[in-house]
């Protein structure tokens, strides 16, 4: 079982911005992707952005693009996600999820699902 952690959500007036972090506890020999996901209630999951701990390069759907940037410290075991710009439609619980032997674009494409998820952090927007 792979125990994953988010942290970093809260609130942020608009305009600000939010660094979002996941750490998992996937073996050091593991290749596996990772994705930034967010839900509002009532609503889709809505895929962010994904990326793998091999060096394969980030993918991000269209609607977050120039906002949200995904990065990666292996040795930490932690990926983050960078959040600017935050408007009036990002609040959301925010979940990161893990899936092994998947590609960043196979994951955010929703090919996959993954297969181990956090608990989700709250980012609320406000003035």
């Known amino acids: 079982q792979v125990q994953i952690e988010e942290s970093g959500g809260g609130l942020v007036q608009p305009g600000g911005s939010l660094t979002l972090s996941c750490t998992n506890s996937?073996?050091?020999?593991?290749?596996?992707?990772v994705g930034w996901f967010r839900q509002v209630p009532g609503k889709e999951r809505e895929i962010l952005a994904c990326i793998n701990n091999s060096g394969g390069a980030p993918y991000s759907p269209h609607s977050v693009k120039g906002r949200f940037t995904i990065s990666r410290d292996n040795s930490r075991k932690t990926v983050y996600l960078q959040t600017n710009n935050l408007e009036p439609d990002d609040p959301a619980v925010y979940h990161c999820?893990?899936?092994?032997?998947?590609?960043?674009?196979?994951?955010?494409?929703?090919?996959?699902?993954?297969?181990?998820w956090g608990q989700g952090i709250q980012v609320t927007v406000s003035s």
């Open positions: 999820g893990v899936v092994r032997l998947v590609t960043p674009q196979a994951l955010c494409l929703g090919r996959y699902a993954p297969d181990y």
């Open positions: 996937e073996a050091p020999t593991s290749v596996y992707a």
